[in-house]
């Protein structure tokens, strides 16, 4: 439990009303009950918490309120994002290796890092202090796994794959699959060995069921901060730059190099050895064919610049009306004298 003043003070926001208040959770202004927290980001949502039980309101415009607690702060969503830990803790693990793990006898395991059950550590593995394997998770051997770093449960590392700190890896998700490299070779399709690895540096978040490729020679990259949602498709010497953003479904095929804080929406398709320049950002369902330069916005199928795909779609609607009156002129035209019907 909480008062809201050390609410406030954590959140570097200032009370106005009894900071003594206590607060016990944290909820949408929806749901609200007696002794939460609610997050109001405009005034839609400050009417709803103030007419529902929550005893504070968490807010950064200029609303007061006579009935409500108001803990105000520069940015209300990113308060919201810090608040949350404090009222939600992550589970804690114990140190320790579970008996039904299967560790080699090679590998370097810190005394504070906890092995879940069914876990398998390859041979000259190094896993740090800190580090969380929840169950189930299989390290190739030569990885390397660094402090604070997590995989949820059924996550595979290839081997010799790197993991840097803090980086939280989600179920399901495999790092260091072979990328798909083959030539045709006599009527048939050659596999070319992948031998490289991948280097997921610190602070990185990878969601569910997303797969990244070995490099063919040398590493996949992905860079600090960068954040990876479900199921997106990394392939082989791929490299990505720090704190991207790559939404649900992205492929991005190999050799392609993102800069840094790229945005691909979900669905997103980026053809193989491209270059997507710094601060980029790729729409929905686009499809990038060529390079992107730095800062634009990019849209369609093939992707060009925002405004100019979304003058096409606008032509693209008038079409059918453009069709009837160039029906009519053909009509027109093909009557004696050419001359258009009378009204």
Known sequence: MFTAAEIAKELGGQVQGDGSVPLTGFAPATAAKAGDL???????FFNKAEQSAASAI??????????KVIIRVANARIASA???PLFFPEQTFAAGIHPTAVVAA?????PTAHIGPHCVIGEQVKIGPGVVLRGGNHVGNGCAIAGGSQLFPNVVLYNLTQIGQRVRIHAGAIIGSDGFGYVFDGGI?????QVGQVIIQDDVEIGANVTIDRGALGPTVIGKGTKIDNLVQIAHNVTIGENCLLIAQVGIAGSTKLGNYVTLAGQVGIAGHLKIGDQAIVAAKSGVMHDIPEAGKWFGIPAQPNRQSKR??????????????VKELEEWFKRPGGKPKAE
Not at 58 to 67: E, N, R, Y
């Open 82 to 84: 810090r608040a949350l």
């Open 312 to 325: 096409q779609l606008i032509a693209l609607h008038q079409l059918p009306e453009l069709l009837r009156r």
């Open 58 to 67: 968490l807010i950064d415009g200029p609303f007061k309120s006579d009935k």
């Open 106 to 110: 090679s590998a370097q395991i810190d």
């Open 189 to 193: 399709h050659r596999k070319v060995l």
């Open 38 to 44: 609610a997050f109001a980001e405009n005034e839609t």
